[in-house]
């Protein structure tokens, strides 16, 4: 798989003192912007069921997140992030078993020309108000910084993360360890694991493809340790 950077990321629940919190950490404010999100999938959400995410930021181009080595286990997520288009085309093409368009030269238009010949279509879109925050831990032996990102869609859905990108899977556990303390001195509850924004979108907007993914082991797994605020899955 072509190789990115490995992000590390434990998503909370915002509280009406959390920048409070982090200003009392050392925490600075970077700074605070709107920005609008496309997802792409094929119909039957073949990227999202292999644990694959491709979007489009207004003004920033094309992402793919893939998943990281399965690791240590608990409330956080860890994936590789490819930003090249090169190796987006070349992930996608592999994940969905079109090899051959890659070859055939399709893949020198971007991205954006492979969407017809792989059945990726919008499956989401919207607006995203955040609050970028950036600080170090005081007493950490090595200096790691930490993203802290407070966001709310404009379909109503606020959710924190706490993040930083690393080059090795090496580097993971210590990443991890980092970001596990910020959470508990922000009083993030040990276990609680909410749901990204695209989740939430597709539960309240898109049900049929909610379905889709809730018929996928693989997502159906971690859809057990995640908490849900729109339904009676837990």
């Not at 982090?22 to 292999?50: N, P, V, W």
């Not at 930003?83 to 070859?103: D, F, K, R, S, Y």
């Not at 970001?179 to 539960?203: D, F, N, R, T």
């Amino acid at each position: 798989m072509a190789q990115g950077l490995i992000e590390v990321e434990r998503k909370f629940v915002p509280g009406p003192d959390t920048e409070e919190r982090l200003q009392e950490l050392g925490g600075t404010l970077e700074h605070r912007i709107t920005f609008q999100d496309s997802y792409y999938d094929t119909s039957e959400l073949c990227l999202m069921k292999a644990n694959h995410w491709l979007r489009q930021r207004e003004g920033s181009g094309w992402e793919l997140k893939c998943p990281g080595v399965a690791g240590v286990s608990g409330p956080h997520t860890e994936y590789r992030e490819l930003t090249a288009e090169p190796a987006i085309v070349a992930q996608l093409c592999e994940v969905l078993g079109a090899e051959g368009l890659g070859a055939e030269g399709l893949g020198a238009g971007g991205v954006a020309a492979l969407l017809g010949p792989l059945g990726l279509q919008e499956v989401a879109k919207f607006v995203t108000k955040r609050s970028a925050w950036k600080l170090v831990l005081l007493g950490a032996e090595e200096e790691l910084p930490l993203k802290v990102d407070l966001d709310t869609a404009d379909f109503g859905y606020a959710v924190g993360e706490v993040e930083t990108l690393v080059h090795e899977e090496a580097e993971v556990p210590t990443a991890l360890g980092k970001i596990l303390s910020l959470s508990s001195l922000l009083g993030v509850p040990a276990q609680e694991k909410p749901p990204a924004k695209l989740i939430v979108y597709l539960q309240r907007f898109r049900p049929r493809d909610y379905q889709l993914l809730l018929e996928s082991n693989s997502f159906r797994e971690k859809l057990q340790e995640t908490k849900h605020p729109d339904s009676s899955l837990g």
